[in-house]
């Protein structure tokens, strides 16, 4: 590997003497190029990923609820938690449960600290739960 040129910059000091301060690699002009085309061939490995992705049926489905994605990964105890906070919020059987379980005012239930979507506490009801 080749090892680039150094040049030192100089630096003016208060009292107005100069001195060498650091040794910066000089760029060889062939290095701009290359990560342009690094990064243009990454652009193009992700557009072929993203094509062939699409080919083989291009989604990933309808998003599942915690309790669909706790049944795929049933040893997971942050799954548990927020599966158990959907269930007993009635899960999306009402509206906005995010903002519900985030809501959630049982302070006295063991999971209340630990629930999920507590950036939700505290936002202002949903139109949608006003009526
Ligand atoms: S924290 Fe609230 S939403 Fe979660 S299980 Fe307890 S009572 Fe239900």
Same mark, same amino acid.
């Given at each position: ?28 002009? /062939? %290095? ?6 690094? $990064? ?9 990923? &993203?094509? #062939? ?37 009635? /899960? %999306? ?6 903002? $519900? ?9 063991? &999971?209340? #600290? ?18």
């Amino acid at each position: 590997m080749n090892t680039p040129a150094t040049q030192p910059i100089e630096r003016e000091f208060v009292h107005g003497s100069t001195e060498p301060t650091l040794d910066v690699p000089e760029l060889p002009p /062939g %290095d701009v190029e290359s990560s342009e085309s690094s $990064r243009s061939a990454r652009a193009e490995r992700m557009r072929a990923g &993203l094509a #062939a992705w699409k080919e083989a049926g291009g989604s990933r489905g309808a998003p599942k609820d915690p309790i669909e994605k706790l049944a795929e990964n049933p040893k997971s105890l942050r799954l548990a938690i927020t599966a158990m906070c959907w269930h007993c919020q009635n /899960g %999306d059987a009402d509206p906005a449960p995010k903002w $519900r379980v985030g809501n959630c005012l049982c302070v006295s239930c063991p &999971l209340h #600290a630990v629930r999920p979507y507590q950036q939700m506490s505290g936002r202002p009801e949903p139109a949608v739960l006003r009526s």
